[in-house]
C-alpha cells in the first residue's frame, strides 16, 4: 500500500460516515413522515454536493477551492516569455488595470461548470478554460486552450498551475505549541530536477476530502514546446514540465504568485552568477522554476512553457466517485460539450427574453451576463476587522479612524459585485446580485441567503463589507477595512426571501402544506427547484430565520432612530437617520457620495433610510402571516402604517413635489433639502406609496421623464441635471446611470400601473406606458452597446454619452440587465 492508503483509513470512514450536510436548508423541521424527511436528506446532500467544487476563488482569473474552511485550494498563473518584461506582468490576480479584451465566464453554472475566456491583449493570446464536474459533484476537470492573436503565432507562454492543501492542528507539547498537518498532499511522480514528460500525479488525503488524487497532462501532440539554448543548464528544458514545493502554513496558499517570484528571483541570480549577463540566457531558459531546494511540502507548482497554440487538462479526482463518472483525459472533451449544452437547455428553459431583445446576439449576451453573476459565486473564511468601542459622535461629521479587533473566523457564501475591483461581500448589493437567479435557481438563493443570515450577531447586525481573510483584506483599502457595528446597509436580502415566500405562495397558496416528496426531485436535472416544489421547506426556514430577522430590523430601528418630539415633528416616532455619515460620504447608505444636508445637522432625517426600514417591516409581516403569527402581524402591521404616514407627513414636499430628505433651519424650524434624483423616488421604488395617491405617482413619473431632471437617453441618472450638485466632486452617485436603480424603477412603473390603473387618468397611464417602454429599451441598448465595444459589463454608464465608467467585469447587480430583457416590451 502507498503512504496515502495506509494513513487515509481512518480519515476515509470519518468522510463517509461523517456529516457533510453544513447547509441543511431542506429537511422537515417536524421530522414527522420519515420518507419524506429521508429523500429531502438525501436530496440535502445530492445539492451541497453540486455545489462542493467551483471556481469560488473569484478574486483570480481562475481559482478553485471547495466549500470547505481549510482544504485544497488551486490556481492558474501565466505569462508571456517573449522578452525579459512580461514576467513581471505574470497573470493571476484578476486586476482592473490589467489590458484585456474579455475576461469573463460566457457559459457558467455552477452546479455543471463552463467556459471561460480570457482575451489578454498583453500577452497576445486567448485563453480558454473549461471547467466540469462529475456527476457526483466530488471530482472535477480543467482544459486550458490558448490561442495566439493574429501576428504572435509564435508566441511563447509559461503556464503554472499551482495546488495547496490547507490544514493544521495545534497543540500544547511541553509548553511549546506544536503544529501538525492534518492531511498530506505529495507528487507521485519520481523526483526528477531536470523536468518531466508527460503526466505528473499528485495524491493527497484530508479529513474533509477523504483521497484523492490530482493529475495533469501535457497535452495532445501538436502542442509544441520551445527549444531555448540547449547548453545552458539541464535544468532549465523548456520542453518540459518543472516541479517545485515547499510547506507553508494556513492562509498562505493565495500568495502562491508571490512565493513563485521570489523562488524565480532566487534562481535567477544564481544563473547570473554563473552565465554573467541576462541576456545571454533566452527568456524560455531563464524564468523556469527550478527545485533548488529540494523540498517536499504541501503546497506544488507546475510549470509548463508551449509555443503557439497549445492546450492541457487538470483532472482531480476523489476516491469516492464510481468509476463510471470519473472524468478522464479521453472524456474531458466530451464532458465539456455536455456542460455547455446543460447550460444551453436550462437557460433557454428559465430565461424568456422579449422583444426587442429576441435575437442571437442578445441571447449570446444574456448568456454572458448570467454566466458572469454566477463565475463570481465565491467562497470565503476568516476572520474580520470589527470596532465595537469607537463611538460616533452625534454632533461631529468628521470622518472617525476605527480601530479593528479580529472577530471570527466566519464562513461566507456570496456572489461578489466585480471579480477584478470588488472581490469581496457587499450586504446591500447581494439582495439585488439574487434577484436574477430567483427563478434560475431558488436552492442556491436560499443557500447564499443563509449564509448572510448566519452572520448575524447578537445584536442584529451584519457587517455592510464583509472582508474576511487576510487573502481578503489585501484587495481592500486601508481606510476601509474595518467594519463598525454602528453603520448599518439597506436590507435588500430581506426582499429576496419575500421575493421566493412571495412566489410559493402564489403558486401553491398554502404553503404550511406538508411536504410531499416524491422520488422524482432525487435526479441531477431537478437540482435548484426544491425549494419552489416544496414549500414547507421555505416554511420550515423562514421559521429558524425569523428571530434574527426580527432582531436585525429592532437594530435598524434602534440604532438609526431619528429626532422627532424634539424638533416638533409630531408624535409617530418612525423617522430615522443614517449613522456615521461624513460631510461628503453617507457610505451606510450605500449611495456614497449622493448630496446630503447642508451643513449636517443631527436633526437630519432621510427618505431612503424610511423606505428601506418600511420595506423591511413589511416583508417581516408577511412572515407573520405566513407562520401565522397573529401577535406579530398585528405589531408589524401598524408599524408599516406608521412608516407610511411618516414618509408622507415628513418627507413629501408640496412645494418641490418630490420626497425629501428633511433637516432644520438655523432657527430649528423643519425644512426640506431637496436633492432630486435617486433619493427622491425611494417611497416610489420600494412601493410605499398608496396605490391611490395618483397625484404624487404622476409628479414622479414627470420627475422620471423630465430630461432636465432624472431622463436620459441611455437611463435614469442619479441625480438631477438642474441641481447644484451635479456632476460635482467625486461624481460617484451625482450623475451617472446605475442598472440596480434602474431596474427597481421599470419594476415600479409595472407594478404601479398594475395596481393604480384604474385610479389613473388615460394621460397618466400613457405617461406610464411610454415612460416604461423607452426607459427599458434605452437601457439594455446602451449597455449591450458598451458590452459589444468593451467587452464588459460595467458599473455605472455616464449620463450624457452613455460610455461604461468605473470598474469592469461589474457583474454583481449591474446583471439585472438580463432580467429588464426578459420584461414584457409593453405594459
Known amino acids: 500500500m502507498k503512504w496515502f492508503e495506509l494513513f487515509s483509513l481512518t480519515l476515509l470512514l470519518q468522510f463517509v460516515c461523517g456529516e457533510q450536510m453544513k447547509f441543511d436548508i431542506y429537511a422537515d423541521g417536524d421530522g414527522d413522515d420519515g420518507t419524506a424527511h429521508d429523500l429531502a436528506t438525501q436530496y440535502s446532500q445530492m445539492s451541497n454536493n453540486s455545489l462542493l467544487w467551483g471556481p469560488y476563488r473569484s478574486a483570480l482569473y481562475f481559482g478553485i477551492r471547495p466549500r470547505i474552511p481549510r482544504s485544497l485550494l488551486s490556481g492558474l498563473m501565466w505569462f508571456s516569455m517573449d522578452d525579459y518584461q512580461n514576467i513581471g ?79 493544521e492542528e495545534k497543540e500544547i507539547v511541553d509548553g511549546e505549541e506544536v503544529v501538525s498537518r492534518t492531511g498530506y498532499f505529495k507528487l507521485e511522480n519520481p523526483k526528477n530536477i531536470l523536468g518531466y514528460d508527460g503526466n505528473v500525479k499528485f495524491a493527497g488525503v484530508s479529513k474533509d476530502l477523504g483521497i484523492f488524487e490530482l493529475e495533469i497532462n501535457d497535452g495532445p501532440k501538436s502542442n ?41 528571483q532566487e534562481s535567477i541570480q544564481q544563473l547570473v552568477e554563473k552565465f554573467g549577463a541576462i541576456e545571454s540566457i533566452p527568456p524560455e531558459n531563464l524564468f523556469i522554476l527550478r527545485d533548488l531546494q529540494r523540498f517536499e511540502g504541501n503546497l506544488h507548482f507546475l510549470q509548463k512553457i508551449y509555443q503557439g497554440p497549445c492546450e492541457f487538462d487538470v483532472i482531480y479526482t476523489n476516491a469516492l466517485t464510481p468509476s463510471t463518472e470519473k472524468i478522464t483525459f479521453d472524456n474531458i472533451e466530451s464532458k465539456i460539450n455536455h456542460a455547455i449544452n446543460e447550460f444551453d437547455t436550462k437557460f433557454d428553459a428559465k430565461f424568456h427574453l422579449n422583444k426587442p431583445f429576441t435575437s442571437k446576439k442578445y441571447k449570446t449576451f444574456s448568456k454572458e451576463v448570467l454566466s458572469g453573476l454566477l463565475g463570481g459565486l465565491s467562497y470565503f473564511y476568516g476572520d474580520h476587522l470589527v470596532d465595537r468601542d469607537t463611538v460616533y459622535d452625534d454632533d461631529s ?43 434560475y435557481d431558488s436552492d442556491l438563493v436560499l443557500d447564499i441567503v443563509k449564509s448572510w443570515f448566519n452572520l448575524i450577531d447578537e445584536d442584529g447586525w451584519i457587517a455592510r463589507e464583509q472582508i474576511l481573510g487576510s487573502e481578503s483584506r489585501s484587495r481592500v483599502p486601508a481606510e476601509f477595512v474595518v467594519q463598525s457595528p454602528q453603520i448599518v446597509n439597506p436590507p435588500t436580502l430581506t426582499l429576496v426571501l419575500t421575493y421566493l415566500l412571495d412566489s410559493v405562495t402564489e403558486k401553491f397558496g398554502d404553503v404550511n402544506e406538508p411536504i410531499n416528496l416524491d422520488e422524482e426531485i432525487l435526479s441531477k436535472e431537478s437540482l435548484g427547484n426544491f425549494v419552489l416544489k416544496n414549500p414547507e421547506v421555505l416554511t420550515n426556514y423562514t421559521k429558524q430565520v425569523y428571530p434574527k430577522l426580527k432582531s436585525h430590523l429592532d437594530m435598524f430601528r434602534r440604532t438609526q432612530q431619528g429626532y422627532v418630539e424634539e424638533f416638533d415633528r409630531g408624535d409617530n416616532n418612525e423617522a ?78 408640496p412645494e418641490d413635489k418630490t420626497y425629501c430628505d428633511l433637516s432644520v433651519n438655523e432657527d430649528d424650524e423643519n425644512v426640506f433639502v431637496c436633492f432630486k434624483g435617486y433619493i427622491s423616488l425611494f417611497p416610489f421604488l420600494t412601493k410605499l406609496i398608496p396605490y391611490k395617491d395618483t397625484t404624487k405617482l404622476e409628479h414622479i413619473i414627470d420627475l422620471i421623464s423630465d430630461p432636465e431632471e432624472l431622463w436620459s437617453s441611455f437611463g435614469i441618472r442619479s441625480l438631477s441635471k438642474s441641481d447644484e450638485m451635479y456632476k460635482t466632486g467625486e461624481d460617484y452617485w451625482r450623475s451617472p446611470i446605475w442598472i440596480p436603480i434602474n431596474y427597481l424603477i421599470l419594476e415600479s412603473i409595472q407594478d404601479y400601473y398594475a395596481q393604480s390603473k384604474s385610479y389613473m387618468s388615460p394621460e397618466l397611464q400613457e405617461k406610464f406606458t411610454k415612460t416604461y417602454h423607452d426607459l427599458r429599451i434605452n437601457i439594455v441598448e446602451n ?26 467585469n461589474f457583474l454583481g447587480w449591474s446583471s439585472l440587465v438580463l432580467l429588464m430583457m426578459t420584461m414584457p416590451e409593453n405594459i
Open 576 to 653: 430615522y437617520r443614517w449613522r456615521g455619515r461624513t460631510l461628503t460620504h453617507c457610505l451606510a447608505s450605500g449611495l456614497d457620495d449622493y448630496p446630503r444636508v447642508l451643513p449636517a445637522d443631527v436633526a437630519e432625517l432621510n427618505v431612503d433610510l424610511i423606505s428601506w426600514i418600511g420595506i423591511m417591516t413589511r416583508s417581516i409581516r408577511m412572515m407573520a402571516e405566513i407562520l401565522e403569527n397573529e401577535e406579530d402581524i398585528k405589531k408589524y402591521e401598524q408599524l408599516e402604517k406608521d412608516i407610511v404616514e411618516n414618509i408622507e407627513n415628513l418627507h413629501w414636499s
Open 224 to 264: 509544441v514546446h520551445p527549444v531555448g539554448k540547449s547548453n545552458i543548464d539541464a535544468e532549465l528544458d523548456p520542453t518540459k514540465a518543472h516541479h517545485y514545493s515547499l510547506t507553508v502554513p494556513d492562509d498562505s496558499v493565495w500568495r502562491a504568485r508571490d512565493i513563485f517570484m521570489t523562488m524565480l
Open 89 to 167: 506582468k505574470l497573470r493571476h490576480f484578476y486586476e482592473q488595470h490589467d489590458k484585456m479584451s474579455k475576461a469573463n465566464w460566457v457559459s457558467y453554472d455552477p452546479r455543471i461548470g463552463g467556459r471561460q475566456i480570457i482575451d489578454d491583449d498583453e500577452c497576445h493570446v486567448k485563453i480558454t478554460i473549461d471547467f466540469v464536474k462529475s456527476e457526483d459533484g466530488l471530482s472535477w476537470g480543467v482544459k486550458v486552450k490558448s490561442e495566439p492573436h493574429k501576428g504572435y503565432e509564435n508566441v511563447k507562454i509559461s503556464f503554472v498551475w499551482y495546488s495547496g492543501l490547507e490544514g
Open 783 to 808: 449597455v449591450f452597446q458598451q458590452w459589444e465595444k468593451t467587452g464588459f459589463v460595467w458599473e455605472q454608464y455616464n449620463d450624457e454619452t452613455g460610455d461604461a465608467q468605473r470598474a469592469k
Open 397 to 439: 461629521f468628521e470622518n472617525v479612524v476605527l480601530d479593528g479587533k479580529p472577530e471570527g473566523p466566519f464562513e461566507l457564501f456570496t456572489l461578489v459585485p466585480s471579480r477584478p475591483f470588488f472581490p469581496r461581500g457587499f450586504l446591500w448589493d447581494e439582495g439585488f446580485h439574487l434577484l436574477p437567479l430567483l427563478n
